[in-house]
């Protein structure tokens, strides 16, 4: 039973280009999160995702960043033009359909975005 | 505006003896409450959590207590073992949002010495 599968984990990119982050959620979850956590904080809540809908992009910034989830492959992280404050880890979470409060999403390893 | 606060950045506690680490927060209708920990390099990974209906909620050697009327909550590790060493994040979620979209704490180091 895999996990929430992210990938790359390591991504050096050069400051005006793009970057891609992928997240495959855990078998049967249609519910994706993406976070971000700059150094010495803790992970904040960028958009939520479902199959073919973002839901909630409240803590999305406003420019360069965008992200899917279709209907068939992994979710999307997209980040263009990427400068030096975008370096970070990018965390990825997926859960059920249904929640309860008895439910929790689960984690993905992360992306480790370096913009040089 | 952190609306989920740690405010010790780290505790060093002896092997056997009790980790107690701390979270506040200010946003009142936060209904939900969790703590994640976190190894260098991996995701965060569920530990425990609990219910704002509840007071105290437990599992194993791990105790999450909630006090609603000062908004803290606190995670009790007894006995502490090396391996629990780790970064800790306290999270919250509100009610009428969905249970993955959360609110973090910047975490806290605990560091269990042999």
């Known amino acids: 039973n895999a996990g929430v599968m992210q990938n790359p984990r390591h991504l050096v990119r050069r400051r005006g280009q793009e970057a891609r982050l992928r997240c495959s959620p855990m078998?049967?979850?249609?519910?994706v999160y993406w976070y971000r956590q700059l150094p010495e904080e803790g992970l904040k809540f960028m958009v939520y995702?479902?199959?073919?809908?973002?839901?909630?992009e409240s803590g999305m910034p406003k420019e360069r960043f965008s992200a899917e989830f279709p209907k068939e492959g992994p979710s999307i992280l997209r980040i263009q033009q990427v400068v030096r404050g975008d370096s970070a880890a990018y965390f990825c979470?997926?859960?059920?359909?249904?929640?309860?409060?008895?439910?929790?999403?689960?984690f993905g390893q992360g992306t480790r975005l370096t913009v040089v | 505006d952190q609306q989920v606060k740690q405010n010790s950045p780290s505790l060093s506690v002896q092997e056997g003896r009790i980790s107690i680490l701390n979270c506040d927060y200010t946003?009142?209708?936060?209904?939900?409450f969790l703590w994640y920990k976190k190894y260098p390099a991996e995701g965060p990974t569920f530990l425990i959590s609990?219910?704002?209906?509840?007071d105290k909620n437990e599992d194993g050697r791990f105790t999450v207590f909630l006090n609603k009327s000062a908004k803290h909550l606190s995670l009790h590790i007894v006995p502490s073992q090396p391996g629990d060493s780790a970064v800790y994040f306290c999270?919250?979620?509100?009610?009428?949002?969905?249970?993955?979209?959360?609110?973090f704490g910047q975490g806290t180091i605990l560091t269990v010495h042999p």
């Open positions: 609990i219910s704002s209906i509840k």
């Open positions: 979470a997926s859960s059920p359909p249904l929640l309860t409060i008895h439910t929790e999403a689960f």
């Open positions: 999270a919250a979620s509100v009610a009428g949002t969905s249970y993955g979209k959360l609110t």
């Open positions: 946003n009142s209708m936060f209904d939900y």
């Open positions: 995702l479902q199959k073919e809908n973002i839901i909630d």
């Open positions: 078998k049967g979850h249609s519910h």
